[in-house]
Structures are given as C-alpha cells and as structure tokens.
C-alpha cells in the first residue's frame, strides 16, 4: 500500500539521510512510500527482485532456508539499511528470502531506476558499499554467535538487535518465530525467554515481548552485540557512546 512520502528534508532511514543535499533531492522523486506488513516477502530466493527498499521503522529479516523447509534468520535490516543488497552487487536475483518480521514502513524504488541512480551519483554507491560490508559483518558475526555461543547470550543478542531497530520498548514475537531466528528449538528458546524475564530484563507473553532493563540485557549478550553494533555505528560516525545512544 502506498503512503504520501514523508519529508525529504529529514527522510526517517539513515542511509537516505548520510547523503548530501544533491543526492538525495535527485533519488526522492524515484522513491515511493509503503507500508511494510508483518511477514510480507519483499523478495523470494531465485525470483527476480523488482524493488529496493529503504526501511523508515521495522525491520526485515534474511532468511536462509533448507530442503527440508526449515529456514534461519542470516541478518536483519531495519532504518540504518536497505533491502536489495543483490542488486547493488550487480545480480538481479537471491537465494535469501527476506520477509518483514516487525511491521513498518519503507521508500520503495524499482531496480532500474536504483541501478541508474547508481551509475550517476558515486556518493551514492560508496555510501551503500560501506554497508554492505557492515551487513556482511553482520552475518559473519551471526554464524559465528550461533555457532559458538549459549542460547541465552544468543537470545539477549538478538533481543538487543530487535531494540535498537523497534519504536518503543515493546515488539511483537512469538517463540516459534524466535527459534526460526535463533535457529534452535521451540523449548530452547522458552527455556531462554523465561531465564531473561525471572532476571527482570524482558518480559513476553500473548505474541508480544517488552524490554524492560536494556543494560541487563547487555549484560548478557556475548560480545558479537557490540562488535556489530560498533560498525554499524561508523558508518555514520558514531564513534563514542554507542551503549547510550543505541537507537538509530
């Protein structure tokens, strides 16, 4: 569904926003914007990707699926990115799907007209190259977390991520969709939930899950949290105070 778009002056996504004057009031005429519902598919592993999409609130998730249909979260994108990362790299297709998994809104833009807007402003495509590697670090570092670490600093990681990309302080999810994210078994993650909500950091029940103590929180994610935000945070040149000024 399309909304009236919202100011060029202050567009809500910090990549639309990091760029100057000029590069920004060539792309807005190009962008649409729409509504973002929950588990809509933006893109389809091995369809051809029609759009780009520069989120303004919630967030989507990279999903990664197996032959046997189970399927895990690889990365998320919330306002400090873009979904179309294919695209930028020159291929027209994934073999991701990427689902929105907290409802929002976004500026839309046909691939044609992103990859033309690429090939007349360098501005643009270095600004969008710098995060594709910190997006790349950011799937990196999630293998890595899964792999090696407990559920419950994995579930306090990702809780974090979904935080810093949410609205408020309350976010819908269920533990179905959080072992899809954790890639770990509807017990486990219960197991996990009700650990974090006795310490008082969370709070969760009837689809829905609350942060209630953010420093708590940190305190128990392992350290792919803050290496993760950190890049996020050069990209824009956030260098200090990251644990303080975690939203984007």
Not at 128 to 143: D, K, N, P
Not at 167 to 176: A, I
Not at 208 to 214: A, L, S
């Amino acid at each position: 569904m399309a909304l009236s778009v919202t100011s060029m002056s202050s567009p809500r996504n910090r990549l639309l926003a990091a760029l100057p004057a000029d590069d920004l009031a060539r792309l807005w005429p190009r962008l649409e914007a729409v509504e973002l519902p929950l588990q809509k598919v933006l893109h389809k592993p091995g369809e051809p990707i029609k759009d780009v999409y520069f989120p303004e609130s919630g967030w989507v998730s990279m999903l990664a699926y197996l032959e046997d249909g189970d399927a895990a979260e690889v990365g998320m994108a919330g306002r400090e990115g873009f979904v179309g990362l294919p695209v930028l790299l020159g291929a027209d297709h994934d073999d991701i799907e990427a689902m929105v998994q907290a409802p929002g809104t976004a500026l839309r833009m046909g691939t044609q007209a992103f990859r033309e807007e690429l090939e007349r402003s360098p501005t643009l495509r270095g600004l969008l190259l710098r995060y594709a590697l910190v997006h790349h670090g950011q799937v990196v570092r999630t293998a890595a977390c899964n792999g090696r670490h407990h559920i419950d600093q994995r579930l306090a990681r990702w809780l974090l991520m979904a935080h810093d990309r949410a609205e408020g302080d309350e976010f819908p999810m269920t533990h179905e969709f959080l072992s899809m994210m954790l890639a770990v078994r509807r017990a486990g993650v219960t197991t996990s939930a009700g650990t974090l909500q006795r310490a008082g950091h969370i709070q969760y029940g009837r689809g829905r899950i609350t942060v209630t103590d953010r420093p708590g929180l940190e305190s128990v994610a392992c350290e792919c949290y803050g290496v993760v935000r950190r890049s996020q945070d050069s990209l824009f040149g956030v260098s200090e105070g990251w644990r303080s000024v975690y939203r984007p």
